[in-house]
């Protein structure tokens, strides 16, 4: 069973271009989970959602940021007009339906804003 | 809202030793889980050790094992035997019950020392 799976690992944007971070979940999971790491910090949460649905996006800017996970294919986290501060490593994580099960996480795209 | 923390930035420890890494959490929730991540130089995010808080029992996975004290609201990770490859940042992390996003600490940086 594969693990969950992100592309790019590493992702270089000139500020003011888009950023687009896809994640595909571990077979079975139906749950992602997008999470943000600055340099020296720990995860903070940004978006949690399930097959065709946002679940909960408290953490998340609302201005240029956006997520989906479509029905067919892997989600995707979107910057638009990114900024240095966006800097960072994203991670995704995925969990089956059963209540209250483990997030197994990505190897993360590490996004720097030149 | 839960709060996670973290007291010690960094620790040191000789190869075959034990160490133990502190977490302390705040939370009004009764049911929830509490784990210990390791994240590697290659910054993949590893689930280390789970705990429910239901369960008494302390959980214990190989060399890893946990104190978990609910009235203290405390949750420390025992490493027995370190080994080089146990240097990584650990990263103690709450979830309330149900599919919710992971609140984490901001990090212990172990040194495993030969």
């Known amino acids: 069973n594969a693990g969950v799976m992100q592309n790019p690992r590493h992702l270089v944007r000139r500020r003011g271009q888009e950023a687009r971070l896809r994640c595909s979940p571990m077979k079975g999971h139906s749950h992602v989970y997008w999470y943000r790491q600055l340099p020296e910090e720990g995860l903070k949460f940004m978006v949690y959602l399930q097959k065709e649905n946002i679940i909960d996006e408290s953490g998340m800017p609302k201005e240029r940021f956006s997520a989906e996970f479509p029905k067919e294919g892997p989600s995707i986290l979107r910057i638009q007009q990114v900024v240095r501060g966006d800097s960072a490593a994203y991670f995704c994580a995925s969990s089956p339906d059963s209540w209250g099960d483990t997030q197994y996480f990505g190897p993360g795209t590490r996004l720097t804003v030149l | 809202a839960q709060t996670v923390t973290q007291s010690q930035p960094e620790m040191s420890v000789q190869e075959a030793e034990t160490v133990t890494l502190s977490c302390t959490y705040d939370?009004?929730?009764?049911?929830?889980?509490l784990f210990w991540y390791k994240q590697p130089p290659s910054r993949q995010m590893i689930l280390v050790i789970r705990?429910?808080?239901?369960?008494?029992q302390n959980a214990t996975e190989n060399r890893f094992s946990v104190n978990f004290q609910k009235a203290a609201k405390s949750f420390s990770l025992k490493i027995s035997d370190s080994q080089l490859g146990d240097t990584a940042m650990y990263f103690c992390a709450f979830m309330k019950q149900g599919n919710t996003p992971l609140v984490f600490g901001k990090g212990t940086r172990l040194s495993v020392i030969a």
């Open positions: 705990q429910e808080a239901y369960k008494q």
């Open positions: 939370t009004s929730e009764n049911n929830y889980y």
